[in-house]
């Protein structure tokens, strides 16, 4: 009522342009591609997160001496670790830098002391920008090889060990701050955003009803776009979960508690490496000492004891023409397989075979030995009979580092004496022929 039939007209190629042609922009694409790379980079920040749980164990159990000179050690080692992360925490998040926004008050809170404060201070002077949070991992091994020099360590693997640890913990602080540096680009977001509400835009504007309508289901536009609050609705959801974990590190409600983690560190670094220090229950003998293995253990509920995981193949029925068969008294299996004296039977027919026999393996073990060192002696009789000369008429001198029997010894034994005597060839080989 409020234009004219040329406006109407107008308004109706908009709405049909913008219908036809809305899907263009590549929505879901973009979107999809920009939420995976959010929550795979979300993802890795909290596993990147390093915890001292680790190095104080190593410390607690490789450090040895209940004194205070190794209490302060372990202490302080563990203290430095702390130190380090809440460093780093202050360059990367605006709630950590509000609670430490200055090195007082990480000294009030106990990560460090005037004496170390100063010496930060005196290397932000010579290098001001530079991040110094990796000073502390440094005197940190400092001190773990004091305690080498002090026989607090014990070997020098340990010593390693702990090395590792640290430069695990600095790495993985210092993969925080390159997370902190290099984040999403803010093009990729605009772009996801513009596309976003540029779709909506089209929709609004293509799925207007108009008189013209002629298409079956658009009469229900009249009253209200249904489908089209819904797509609304999921987009922009999607759109605004990326947005709140682009940075995890952050002052919402849904970023990590990276000041809990703080307390809680130095809480169980603490507990590890001094109350629990070389501390274990009583040892005593488990319910399954007199079973060596459980046979069965309890469940609450009956119901829920399931059996092991079948295989892929456990079910499959397979026709079988050679048997292997297994020994019921010896549970060996025979080193042959049994055919049957007729061609294979139809798989309808019954297949029968012969009983199984039991064979005692000892005796099968002794027999192929004496198997083997009579194919040793017969095949050094063969050599002795067809003994050859070289060119330089000489013998070739045969060795057995371990003969098979007597016999063997004593036949080579005459082998020598012929090599001695070569007169006594001849004989030597007249009573090898008459001995075979």
């Known amino acids: 009522m409020l234009i004219n039939d040329e406006g109407k007209r107008f308004f109706e190629d908009i709405a049909s342009y913008c219908m036809k042609n809305g899907a263009l922009i590549p929505l879901s694409f973009v979107m999809g591609f920009y939420v995976t790379i959010v929550m795979k980079r979300w993802w890795e920040q909290y596993s990147t997160i390093p915890w001292p749980d680790g190095i104080a164990i190593l410390v607690s159990t490789s450090i040895h001496g209940s004194d205070d000179r190794a209490r302060v050690m372990r202490r302080t080692i563990l203290r430095y670790v702390c130190l380090c992360q809440v460093m780093v925490f202050t360059m990367i998040s605006p709630r950590v830098k509000r609670r430490f926004p200055t090195y007082n008050q990480i000294i009030e809170a106990g990560f460090l002391l005037e004496n170390e404060k100063k010496i930060i201070d005196t290397m932000d002077q010579a290098f001001p920008n530079y991040p110094k949070h990796w000073m502390p991992i440094v005197w940190a091994g400092s001190i773990v090889m004091r305690a080498r020099r002090e026989s607090k360590i014990r070997d020098d693997y340990a010593v390693k060990t702990i090395m590792d640890e640290l430069n695990k913990f600095r790495g993985r602080c210092g993969f925080l701050l390159y997370y902190d540096w290099v984040t999403v680009p803010l093009v990729y977001t605009q772009v996801v955003t513009l596309a976003t509400y540029s779709f909506f835009l089209f929709s609004a504007l293509g799925q207007q009803w108009t008189e013209n309508s002629t298409q079956q289901g658009l009469s229900v536009l009249r009253w209200f776009p249904f489908l089209t609050i819904l797509q609304f609705f999921f987009y922009m959801g999607w759109l605004k979960v990326a947005e709140s974990l682009i940075n995890p590190f952050g002052e919402d409600d849904d970023d990590f508690e990276l000041n809990w983690i703080i307390d809680r560190n130095l809480t169980v670094a603490y507990c590890i490496v001094d109350e629990m220090h070389q501390e274990h229950p009583e040892l005593v003998k ?146 090898a022929e008459k001995k075979d």
């Open 286 to 431: 488990d319910q399954y000492w007199e079973q060596v293995f459980p046979n069965e253990i309890p469940y609450n509920i009956t119901s829920k004891r399931t059996g092991p995981p079948a295989s892929s193949t456990s079910y499959m029925k397979v026709p079988q023409k050679n048997v292997l068969r297994k020994s019921s008294t010896s549970g060996s299996y025979l080193d042959f397989l049994e055919m049957n004296d007729r061609p294979f039977q139809d798989q309808d027919r019954p297949f029968t075979s012969r009983p199984s026999q039991s064979i005692d393996f000892y005796e099968l073990v002794e027999q192929r030995r004496r198997e083997r060192k009579e194919r040793t002696r017969h095949r050094f009789l063969d050599m002795k009979v067809h003994l050859r000369h070289d060119n330089s008429g000489t013998f070739y001198t045969i060795t057995i580092p371990r003969p098979a029997s007597e016999e063997v010894s004593s036949e080579n034994q005459e082998a020598a004496e012929s090599q001695q005597d070569p007169s006594s060839e001849n004989d030597s080989l007249s009573k």
